[in-house]
């Protein structure tokens, strides 16, 4: 039985430590309101308000740091960019905890930039432009270095890195379609955050789990990447039927 190595011991004890701050935050939430951001957008299976709110609080202290420093939104949607490139070359080379918190500090830096972009009133079509395109990169270098990572092991490992990866850019795709044609859908179950929420967490606990069972390292990760692959699948689906008949009702009544 494979043993737990001290980069995962210390990636466990890093997300043990992040965890531990949600009873302080239960207290705290009670005499707060919702954050913004959150209030506005739709609630989500998956991660809840609560989860989201508490998430907030925890980056709340660096994002006013960012806003008195005048740090630019650009720097988080680049940040961003290099640290799913550097995600990618972890899980390439087997690195799976390590690169798990990449992909989540990734995902961090990714609310940084909006959020700081609305509160300094800059907010435009080119920062949407560039934060919607770098997130599609951003994702295909984490998936692309799992293919190399994982796809090697068994071929039904390939195939959910395939289906994870395809269905990641469906969803994107079918919404912003959606909107050029003038029909919003944000809905689905498997949207970006709750990808990287679980493709970075079953990262980070792979070599725990896999080495308390047995099974080949990776394994875990495995069926969590063919989870978000049918998820996301799924989602699109959701999108592609519901804009569809929108559009068709458009039609009807014109």
């Not at 202290?61 to 972890?90: K, T």
């Not at 609305?118 to 770098?134: H, K």
């Not at 080949?216 to 959701?238: D, E, H, W």
Request: proline letters at 4%; one cysteine or more.
């Amino acid at each position: 039985m494979p043993e737990m190595t001290l980069v995962n011991r210390i990636a466990l004890a890093l997300a043990a430590a992040v965890i531990l701050t949600m009873p302080i935050f239960a207290v705290v939430a009670r005499s707060r309101p919702l954050d913004p951001e959150v209030a506005r957008r739709p609630k989500s299976l998956l991660l809840g308000y609560w989860v989201r709110d508490w998430a907030m609080w925890i980056i709340t202290p660096i994002e006013r740091g960012c806003l008195r420093a005048g740090v630019a939104p650009d720097v988080f949607n680049f940040l961003g960019l290099g640290l799913s490139l550097a995600a990618g070359v972890a899980y390439a080379g087997h690195a799976l905890s390590v690169a798990g918190w990449l992909v989540l500090l990734g995902g961090v830096s990714d609310i940084f930039d909006g959020r700081i972009a609305r509160a300094r009133n800059l907010a435009s079509p080119y920062g949407a432009f560039i934060d919607s395109t770098l997130d599609r990169f951003a994702e295909t270098f984490a998936f692309v270095g799992l293919a190399i990572g994982l796809a090697a092991a068994a071929p039904w490992q390939a195939f959910a890195v395939a289906l994870a990866l395809g269905s990641s850019m469906l969803v994107s795709y079918t919404r912003a379609r959606g909107e050029a044609l003038g029909v919003e859908c944000k809905r689905g179950t498997m949207q970006r955050a709750e990808r990287l929420v679980l493709l970075g967490v079953a990262s980070i606990v792979d070599g725990a789990i896999t080495s308390r069972t047995g099974w080949v390292p990776g394994s875990f990760l495995a069926a969590v990447i063919l989870l978000i692959g049918l998820g996301a699948l799924g989602t699109a689906i959701y999108r592609t039927v519901f804009i569809s008949r929108a559009l068709l009702h458009r039609s009807d009544t014109d």
